[in-house]
């Protein structure tokens, strides 16, 4: 809902905690990926990632959403919403 209202701002802070809450409970393994407890807990990461991908788009904080985008990517190579964040 933040998001459609054009708080960017406050939709990202709340997908950031989100995806922190995921990866705080998880380990990383081998290149930095996560192990996911199962198929559901990965897609509403993957999700909150790219929600806050895109409002740092719209923020113009460009270099954040890279950052957000490759770790998506790097954990789901064929997500080509992280792939067509990334350009």
């Known amino acids: 809902e933040l998001y459609s209202k054009k ?23 081998g290149n930095n990926k996560l192990k996911f407890a199962n198929k559901e807990e990965g897609e509403i990461w993957t999700q909150c990632k790219l929600n806050a991908a ?27 919403k992280a792939s067509y964040r990334l350009g």
Do not use: M
């Open 7 to 29: 708080k960017n701002a406050e939709a990202c802070k709340l997908y950031k905690h989100a995806f922190g809450l995921i990866e705080s409970n998880r380990e990383r393994y």
């Open 54 to 80: 895109l409002c740092l788009i719209n923020l113009k904080q460009y270099q954040g959403s890279i950052e957000i985008s490759k770790d998506v990517n790097k954990n789901f190579p064929t997500n080509w």
